[in-house]
């Protein structure tokens, strides 16, 4: 039986691993001690944290058949409410125009109009960059109040730096005259549910989705090592031969293999490959940017803090980016209905001032900053840990894709290697559509005479937390 290795066990490599089990003889390498990637969950204490918050949604029936095949009875149906704080006020997320309006008084809400007009009479003739296609859809004054400052502490950049293929992904086909009429033509009594409404959890975080895989894999005859980071991919002709992995001890093994699946970053692997790519690739590669997550997740002495599943912090004048609440995601992620436990999001970029601080000075930012925005005392905060998740976003800065065609098209060119996942792709994609990249990777192999291309995954996808019947409630943020 053919050998396939798979490089990383996130939802990409699992979903590749899965379908590939009973007629390969698969390995997944994984560098951490745990399963799940980015999705995974960190249990302390008692406690369960997810890196964010990870709602399952998809379109595509194949991925549903997944989670429901692996977890099937574990999910939780959770009832959403989101709301951005800005200005000491909650406002609606998504966001919705009569409430927006009214809710930052009538001066802005003059200015915002006008601004608005100003746009349509004189947009941007180009829609290259972030400000310039959320400005003309929505004026220069909306975009600044729930664009700009929330968009700006996730990306470390200018919005003006931003690719607009971002947005078009994200907030696709919705203006401020489209989100008012539809939201005074909504239809009254509308049963249908949407993910707007409700969404499905597992009820001990995600992480135990991607566990119950491996475990499956494992009972097919898979193999999952873990603390196993792979550190070379040696090739000849354009063909992967064996990877290089070191273990938890720091020893040195090799591995061979007939087909390769890698999900682990791509930059990464760039850097990894034997020999190594032609000088323009490496430096294409190293144009590539992410930004990182630091969540300090805390627990709060205090049974009930506030009703939201999550809230943005538009608010300048704090670092803080998001807030998770998750016993609103599952009770069972807080063990004592006593407590509360938060997820505080901070974006960052790996080694900058706020990722270098010890963690007890994050700590300290943080309580400092939820009493500041009136969450809670610092006070009540009984307990915390603080987690660092290295490349969270791959950054869609203007002239990225350049780069990323340079590294695509070399990459392109080994015959047994599939390339999957959000980071295998550098792609802003959810669970579904990397597990959906795993899929196809794992049919790549099964029927190598067809071909399932996993770049076009997401690429022309409406934003999938919407159904066409809630047009009215396109999301708009990150
Ligand atoms: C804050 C946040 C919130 C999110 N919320 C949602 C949501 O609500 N719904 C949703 O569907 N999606 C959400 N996502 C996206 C989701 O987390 C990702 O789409 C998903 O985890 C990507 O899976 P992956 O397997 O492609 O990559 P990853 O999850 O990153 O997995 C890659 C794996 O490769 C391993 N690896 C890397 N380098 C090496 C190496 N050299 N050797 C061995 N192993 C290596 C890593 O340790 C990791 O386990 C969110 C993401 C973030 C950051």
Redesign the pocket.
Known sequence: MNQVII?????????AAYKLKQDKQVIL????NQ??????TIQYNGYYF?????????KFDEVNLFWNEILGSSFVRTPRLSRIYYRNRFFNYPLTPLNALFGVGIFDTVVIILSYLKSKLFPYPVEDTFEQWVSNRFGKRLYSIFFKTYTEKVWGIPCSQLEAEWSAQRIKGLSLTTAIINAVFKPKNSKIKTLIDE?DYPEYG?GMMYTAAKDKIESAGGRVLLK????GVNHENYIIRSVD?SDSNGNVHQLAGDDFVS???IT?LIQ?LNPRPPAEVVKAAESLAYRS?ITVDIIVNRPVLFPDNWIYIHSPEVKLG?IQNFKNWSRKMAPDPNKTSLGL?YFSTENDELWNLPDAELFKLAAAEVEKIKICNASEIEDYIVVR?P???PVYNTGYQKHLNIVKDYLQQFKNLQL??????FKY???????L??FYAARNILEPHRHYDTWEINTEEEYHEMKKETASQKPVGI
């Open positions: 490089m990383g066990a996130g939802p990409a490599g699992l979903a390498l994984e560098s951490e399963v799940g990637g980015i999705s995974k997810d890196l964010g918050g990870h709602r399952f949604f998809t969404f995600p196993s980071k792979i550190i992995y999900s682990i970053p990464e990894i997550l998001r999001e998740v490349k969270a976003y999957a996942g959000r980071y295998g792709l994609n959810n669970m579904d559509h990397s597990i990249t795993g």
